[in-house]
């Protein structure tokens, strides 16, 4: 692929698209949004607004951290905080898909056709890549940013058009494309995060208790992973408990997995051979956690399973 021709391509069509109009996105602050914002802005200029959507659901201090990294690029992002709403509209719900519903439903529904008002804007401008599509489409798992592939017309459902620009990309193209657009190392070669966040690393419901524990494994994980090369490294809060010894005494300790993997694409991946030392390192660390006695190292590939556990 030549990722400059890609880039003017997809900027001329934004332009034609939207006009004169007004386009919104949201930034997570992966490389898709963020390539998505590089080239609504690049296209669009003043005509194009970004939000970044504080769900509740993602890593600590990723909102203000994100914030300042695009104002650094000349690219004013507003922090919308629908913590509760998101929180209100996962509680209870366990099943994998009827969770992936309700954040789909809080993002567009809610969110955005808020937005959408209060910025008078007529197009979404979506980070959709080629596998969120396949696995969407295949039945595997619902990604939260698929609707007209699933037969939702946007328009009709929620009052603004849905641009997808990197709908032929898989991650290996967006990379480049990230890396042609100027974007600093630390976006364009993150490490994939799941469209839900954290609500796809909590097995079972989700709860304020349960993002805190994943919150502060996640951590753990990624700064010791940090430096493995690895295309994907988590960690995933399981719905059951195991009993253990804390301080002499008995008690029901939650269970973090960790996964890391090695993948181009992920559309398929192989686990990494981490070293022992480094594996035992992590297990202390998470199981110092309150409230957390045991942790897995996860050597699943995909296929079988999928990269994250919801």
């Known amino acids: 692929m030549d990722s400059k021709a890609f880039i003017n391509e997809q900027i001329a069509e934004i332009k034609k698209t939207v006009g004169k109009g007004i386009a919104i996105n949201a930034l997570s602050g992966g490389v898709d949004s963020s390539v998505v914002t590089l080239l609504g802005h690049r296209a669009l200029g003043k005509q194009m607004k970004t939000f970044f959507v504080d769900n509740a659901l993602m890593r600590a201090g990723e909102p203000q951290r994100i914030v300042r990294l695009f104002a650094d690029l000349g690219i004013p992002v507003q922090n919308v905080d629908a913590r509760q709403e998101f929180l209100a509209a996962l509680k209870g719900i366990s099943d994998p898909e009827k969770k992936r519903q309700a954040i789909t439903d809080t993002f567009y529904a809610k969110v955005f056709v808020r937005l959408v008002h209060e910025t008078k804007a007529h197009f979404l401008m979506h980070g959709t890549i080629l596998t969120d599509i396949e696995e969407t489409v295949a039945g595997i798992k619902r990604q939260h940013n698929i609707l007209s592939q699933l037969g939702i017309k946007p328009e009709e459902a929620y009052g603004y058009a849905v641009l997808e620009p990197l709908k032929t990309l898989r991650k290996d193209g967006v990379r480049a494309v990230a890396a042609e657009l100027g974007l600093p190392p630390e976006i364009a070669r993150r490490m994939p995060f799941p469209g839900p966040a954290l609500a796809a690393r909590i097995v079972g419901d989700v709860t304020e208790e349960k993002l ?99």
């Open 212 to 310: 805190d524990l994943v919150r502060r494994a996640t951590a753990v994980v990624e700064e010791e992973l940090a430096e493995c090369g690895a295309f994907q490294y988590l960690a995933v809060l399981l719905n059951d408990y195991a009993t253990g010894i804390r301080n002499n005494k008995r008690e029901f300790g939650r269970i973090i997995v960790v996964r890391c993997i090695e993948s181009t694409d992920a559309r398929t991946a192989t686990v990494t051979r981490l070293p022992w030392e480094k594996l035992e390192k992590i297990c202390r660390r998470i199981t110092d956690i309150p409230g957390v006695n045991r942790c897995l190292y996860d050597l699943t590939p995909k296929p079988p399973a999928t990269v994250e556990y919801v």
